[in-house]
């Protein structure tokens, strides 16, 4: 099994820029049911996507593969035509959270914002509207959600990844790929893998994504990556230690920044005292958690969680 996405998930592309389109023929490369693209002054056309197969993760399908993508002009109208259930986010920041809020507005069940740099005050409004809608958005500024082998929504590698017993929750998109890709050097695989993104106002959050990993019988255990910046894995903690029945190993990183710096994310940056690394890690091993010193430990450090 898996959480957010599987192989029944239509996903609808907004954002049909080079990046958009780049990314899209890797997600159509690797299997997913990409379905329809939103670009209003495209409406009515096809874009075409051909080239060969993505075998590392979706064994048994052709060496090639050609698609005529249909282009709306509204996420409304791609969605009454082609049942989509999901889209994906490449829309620039200034006019990202629009794209958000009309993906919201047509109902769909999850959407995934990729796009990086889109103004707080502009998330702010778009998560007070999300609030009143039963769509779960993950993101923005992050790699995406991918179950191995069945969907795979935003700009991760999809080679790296295996069908597993293990879920994985980031904030960092790079130190996702690396817990992936360990995990499958280990054989253990990964049932789904979330990048909830580094901004501090975002959709899905750590305890969110643990409680999915909780409830999914297939999922043995979590890795879960933080950093620097805010109380949200502080927060995670204490849901782990009341809620979760599960392993789980974690890694926080920023432990040598100083304080007041932001370190790439926008939302990793330690002010007033708050937000350090050493709290971080000192909750999450209070709640048991087994940390990873280093990123090259997360593996390991899973391993040990499910004392194998």
Not at 199 to 226: K, Q, R, S, W
Request: charged share 20%; glycine share 14%.
């Amino acid at each position: 099994m898996s959480v957010l996405v599987d192989k029944n998930t239509k996903v609808i592309v907004q954002g049909m820029g080079r990046t958009g389109r780049f990314h899209t023929d890797k997600a159509i490369a690797y299997g997913t049911d990409m379905v329809a693209a939103v670009h209003p002054s495209k409406a009515g056309t096809v874009e075409r996507f051909e080239g060969d197969t993505d075998h590392s993760g979706v064994p048994g399908r052709d060496d090639r593969y050609g698609l005529d993508l249909p282009i709306y002009a509204s996420v409304a109208e791609a969605a009454a035509e082609t049942g989509a259930t999901a889209s994906v986010v490449y829309v620039p920041p200034p006019f990202a959270a629009d794209a958000i809020m009309e993906a919201v507005d047509a109902g769909l069940d999850l959407v995934v914002a990729i796009t990086e740099g889109i103004p707080v005050s502009d998330m702010i409004r778009a998560k007070r509207f999300i609030a009143d809608h039963p769509t779960r958005l993950v993101g923005p500024n992050c790699p995406g959600v991918i179950t191995p082998g069945e969907c795979k929504i935003g700009i991760m590698p999809g080679y790296i990844h295996r069908p597993g017993k293990i879920g994985v929750v980031s904030r960092s998109g790079t130190l996702t790929y690396e817990a992936v890709f360990q995990l499958t050097e280990l054989g253990l695989g990964q049932t789904t893998a979330i990048g909830i993104g580094g901004d501090p106002v975002n959709g899905t959050n750590f305890i969110d994504c643990l409680a999915l990993f909780n409830e999914d019988p297939a999922t043995e255990g979590v890795i879960m990556i933080g950093e620097i910046g805010g109380t949200a894995e502080e927060e995670a903690a204490d849901w782990i230690k009341s809620n979760m029945t599960k392993p789980v190993a974690g890694f926080i990183a920023g432990t040598t920044a100083p304080p007041g710096k932001r370190m790439g994310h926008a939302g990793a940056i330690i002010s007033g005292g708050m937000g350090t690394a050493a709290a971080k890690i000192d909750a999450l091993s209070a709640a048991g958690v087994v940390i990873a010193p280093t990123p090259t430990d997360l593996g390991s450090a899973m391993v040990e969680a499910l004392g194998t």
